[in-house]
């Protein structure tokens, strides 16, 4: 299966966790989103995220020079957030 890969290196809190929700809306059920970023939070709001819209981290990987994410979409996903994070999605 082919991941759809976005990167997000350089940008900072909130973006990459904005940009990884916005991402996810698009995928249908099962596939699945490489994200690449640098922001040191991001380990705490994608993981975050993740947990809110019922979507499955696959691979986490931290590295000095970048952090990876593999999401799986899945099946029957709300596709929406609620919270803080709903809130500035809707921005």
Same mark, same amino acid.
């Given at each position: ?10 940008l ?18 099962g596939?699945?989103?490489? &994200? ?6 991001? &380990? ?6 993740v ?16 952090? &990876?994410? &593999? ?21």
């Amino acid at each position: 299966m082919t991941a759809i890969r976005i990167d997000l290196t350089g940008l900072k809190c909130p973006l990459p966790a904005l940009r990884t929700a916005k991402a996810l809306k698009r995928l249908s059920p099962g596939e699945v989103l490489e &994200v690449h970023c640098t922001d040191p939070l991001a &380990v705490i709001d994608i993981p975050s995220l993740v947990r809110q819209t019922g979507d499955r981290v696959e691979i986490a990987e931290r590295s000095d020079a970048r952090i &990876v994410f &593999v999401i799986e979409k899945a099946h029957g996903s709300p596709g929406s957030l609620s919270g803080p994070l709903g809130a500035l999605q809707k921005e």
